[in-house]
């Protein structure tokens, strides 16, 4: 009897393998904005590679990249990664693409941030006016940005008072926190067009270059961990830099809005 | 509340249309958790049976850490295995993190100590019951633990189930060591995290009625089987 279960338990565990696979750890943001759902079946298609997303903030992929759990990361936090490239984690840091951050908030704007010349004056007038607003606080990349956007108003959020909400999770479910308590909030621009909970939230600033958001693909180093599937995450790469992805990124919309813009450099 | 309406849309919608994603995580989300109750059952079951026939010396405090254990919060389990199964862990090598084999040894611990405690609560009263003939027919501590898990078989059915219950339920711990990849580790419960995260609540909802029904006939099909709450039996 327990041969049989112990039997039957290693046939339900085997799963057919794939030919080529590779693990990508990716922000919630490049998820979250649906572009991976559309890019994802042309890699497979062009290149048979089967890339296994893991999606997460950017703080958690680079520590995945750090311990070999994952082949390559895709992130948008440039100085964690050149710390990463520089740690030897990384073998490289290769830019694909861009798309912006936009800043959120209910649409009747208690802060009035709509007005401001630049992001600098809209994060002011929201601390001012100490208007509900509900931060990542997760260490990601759009975390990381706030947080620099708001030390050049030269404020520091530990020293704000009960309005600034840090909720420590991904990107919809902060805007799910946001939505519910109206608040204001930084998103990437493809996550806020994909996201389906909006509520009371409007798009309230957005355009200053100062919410350039830049994605990099960084291969794991091989030297450091051995098993990694260098060829295939290279082949990947190759993919990524290619005037195919240039043309599915480039044209990818949501309701009509071009969300990510292909940089990457022919090398 | 026009939410959860629009939830059992999206469930009746995901069910008529057989849709291939849903099909394909129902099977993975039913996989997971049926192999981690078979082994956590396999583990628990005699464990409870011996635990309510044996004396030793820390048999209280045992039973006050089965029972404590019970509680065990997902995510911090999911996290443990975790470091242990990260190529930068002690198990690194064996390449298991991000795979199913990850999350069923997550669901087992978790579950475990659950099915072992409910096995020991019913066994011991068994045990009261038969003590006296079992003693006075010189059986063997085997041939005991054997006689408590055959008679007591209905109790240790509903002992497994709730272990089930808390498997397919459950989402801290393997969506940590599961990745929650499409296609490869992504069940019911971290699509529906997933889902929620997108603010799809219709969709999150839907897959939400999916895992219900999927538990209730998970349970209906196990009583069937074992001929349960039939009218001349009990």
């Keep these: 009897m327990i041969a049989r279960l112990a039997a039957l338990a290693l046939a339900l565990t085997l799963v057919p393998a794939h030919a080529e696979t590779m693990k990508l750890a990716v922000t919630t943001s490049f998820h979250n904005s649906g572009l991976s759902d559309v890019l994802l079946p042309q890699i497979e298609a062009d290149t048979g590679i089967d890339v296994q997303l893991l999606v997460v903030g950017t703080g958690q992929a680079i520590r995945l ?43 009747i704007d208690p802060a009035n941030a709509r007005a401001s010349e630049s992001i600098n004056d809209a994060l002011s007038s929201i601390a001012r006016a100490k208007a509900t607003f509900v931060s990542r606080g997760d260490d990601s990349g759009t975390h990381k940005k706030e947080v620099a956007l708001w030390a050049s108003t030269s404020r520091d959020p530990a020293d704000f008072g009960i309005w600034y909400k840090a909720v420590g999770s991904g990107m919809g479910a902060a805007l799910n926190t946001a939505s519910g308590l109206d608040a204001y909030i930084l998103s990437d621009r493809a996550s806020w067009l994909n996201f389906g909970n909006k509520g009371g939230l409007e798009l309230i600033f957005s355009g200053d270059p100062a919410l350039f958001n830049q994605y990099a693909y960084l291969p794991v180093n091989p030297d450091r961990h051995s098993h990694v599937n260098a060829k295939t995450a290279a082949r990947l790469e190759d993919w990524l830099t ?10 990818y919309q949501i309701n009509g809005e071009t969300t990510f813009t292909f940089n990457a450099a022919v090398e | 509340m026009d939410e959860i309406a629009a939830g059992l849309v999206a469930a009746l919608r995901l069910i008529v249309t057989l849709d291939s994603d849903l099909v394909e995580i129902s099977l993975r989300s039913l996989q997971v958790s049926l192999i981690a109750v078979l082994i956590a059952s396999a583990i628990a079951l005699p464990l409870g049976a011996w635990l309510a026939i044996h004396r030793f010396r820390f048999r209280r405090a ?44 997550a669901q087992v611990i978790i579950i475990t100590p659950l099915i072992a405690s409910i096995a020991h609560q019913a066994m011991r009263d068994l045990w009261a019951e038969y003590h006296d003939l079992l003693i006075s027919l010189n059986t063997s501590k085997w041939q005991r633990i054997h006689t408590l898990i055959r008679d007591g078989r209905r109790a240790l059915l ?27 580790t992504r069940v019911l419960t971290t699509a529906i995290a997933l889902e929620t995260g997108k603010g799809d609540f219709a969709l999150a909802l839907g897959l939400g009625f999916v895992l219900i029904a999927l538990a209730i006939g998970v349970s209906i099909t196990t009583h069937w089987l074992a001929r349960t709450e039939k009218d001349s039996r009990w």
Excluded: C, W
Aim: glycine content about 14%; charged content about 15%; aromatic content about 6%.
């Design chain 1, 242 to 251: 290619s005037d195919v992805a240039r043309d599915s990124i480039d044209s």
């Design chain 1, 65 to 107: 990249g750090q311990s070999g759990d994952v082949d390559a990361i895709l992130v948008h936090s440039r100085v964690a990664e050149d710390a990463f490239v520089a740690d030897g984690y990384g073998t490289h840091r290769r830019e694909i693409m861009y798309n912006d951050f936009v800043l959120i908030g209910p649409a």
């Design chain 2, 158 to 184: 509903t002992a497994s189930l709730a272990g089930f219950g808390r498997a397919i339920g459950e989402v801290g711990a393997i969506i940590v060591v599961g990745g929650n990849i499409d296609h490869a």
């Design chain 2, 62 to 105: 045992t039973i006050a850490v089965l029972n404590a254990l019970m509680g065990l919060p997902p995510v911090v389990v999911g996290l443990i295995i975790y470091i242990l199964l990260s190529r930068a862990g002690p198990f690194g090598g064996l390449g298991l993190l991000f795979t199913v084999k990850a999350m069923i040894i």
